[in-house]
């Protein structure tokens, strides 16, 4: 059983080693461990430190590129190498090494193909009350949209099974720790959760440079992946919404016209016409949505076989550090 614990890096220099220094070496029903960087494009020594700490493989961007990507080219590099699981982590330290032997039980038991750190986000010192409850309402939208009861959907600490990383897709720029919940909700994978411990802060967040972005950046994420993976509820939510308000504006014109004084609303008559046929047009962009849902995931499995006989006729004794343009 082979794990690959992958920490994606921008300028992480001055944390990278403290980061590093705090990761297991050994874990009990696990007979290898090794280490991967992401360099998302650094500009300073980052992957100097890395190699002189001693990781395994370095995947370069030669300009950033942003998390998601960095995660998804990590995931890639780690299956290449055989990894049996695959632990996500952050280069700051933000969370308690030891907890990785948490997030791997449950794949090692058989029990979860994935599995996620449950920060102690109310405890959490350095969180602000707004940013506690926004993470709050965050989680309960993901979970609302994926299925899931994630209690943490943003926390960056996450452990894959090889399944589960063979089935990764994520298309948006922004994050990956959202979309991939909802898409795992979706393809109905075993998803769990362990509570885990954080360290003090060594730095601010750079996933973000102010709240309003936070709150626009995860809301659009969280909307685009539910219109990707649930189309036709969500289009038939939106579409009865307006239907529902056509009809009522209708009835409101019925009730004059039978009054006999329909000659003054002929504006709410045209408003509810128009709104029906908004309302309808939204439904059949939902069944529209559901067809293409359907041919995702039929190019989804495709991937998934492609990747598999890719990932296992790999060489074995190819280069450790892999270029991306």
């Known amino acids: 059983m082979k794990l690959i614990i992958q920490i994606p890096c921008y300028n992480e220099a001055e944390t990278l080693e403290i980061a590093l220094n705090d990761l297991p070496k050994h874990i009990d029903g696990i007979d290898e461990i090794e280490y991967l960087i992401i360099n998302d494009g650094s500009q300073d020594n980052t992957v100097e430190v890395a190699k002189n700490w001693g990781v395994n493989y370095v995947v370069n961007f030669k300009c950033n590129r942003g998390l ?68 709050h309402i965050g989680s309960w939208t993901v979970r609302v ?33 959202l979309e991939t919940i909802v898409q ?8 769990t959760s362990v ?42 939510m939106i579409g009865g919404i307006i239907f529902a ?8 014109f019925l009730v004059y016209f039978f009054m006999g004084q329909s000659s003054g609303h002929i504006q709410s008559l045209i408003l509810a ?24 995931k039929l190019l989804e499995d495709t991937q998934e ?5 890719d990932y296992d006729h790999e060489n074995k004794g190819k280069d450790k550090d892999h270029d991306h343009d």
Not at 106 to 112: M, N, Q, R, S
Not at 154 to 165: H, I, V
Request: hydrophobic fraction near 40%.
């Open 68 to 135: 998601a990507k960095g995660f998804m080219a990590g995931l890639d590099a780690c299956l290449r190498q055989g990894a049996d699981i695959i632990v996500n982590t952050d280069a700051d330290d933000q969370y308690c090494g030891a907890d990785i032997e948490k997030l791997v039980r449950p794949i090692l038991e058989g029990k979860a193909d994935i599995v996620i750190g449950e920060r102690p986000i109310d405890e959490t010192e350095h969180f602000s009350p707004m940013k506690k409850r926004l993470q």
């Open 145 to 177: 949209a994926s299925k899931t009861d994630v209690p943490d959907a943003p926390s960056g600490f996450r452990a894959y099974s090889r399944e589960a990383a063979l089935r990764m897709n994520v298309v948006n720029e922004y994050t990956y720790t």
């Open 184 to 191: 795992a909700g979706r393809n109905k994978m075993a998803i």
């Open 195 to 236: 509570p885990i411990r954080t360290n003090p802060e060594l730095r601010s967040s750079r996933l973000f440079h102010s709240m309003f972005g936070y709150i626009k950046k995860s809301m659009l994420t969280i909307i685009r992946a539910f219109m990707m993976y649930k189309p036709l509820r969500f289009f038939t």
């Open 245 to 252: 308000i056509g009809l009522i504006i209708g009835i409101r």
């Open 273 to 296: 016409s128009t709104l029906l046929m908004l309302g309808f047009q939204t439904f059949i962009s939902g069944l529209l949505a559901d067809l293409i849902a359907s041919n995702r």
């Open 305 to 309: 076989r492609v990747r598999r006989l």
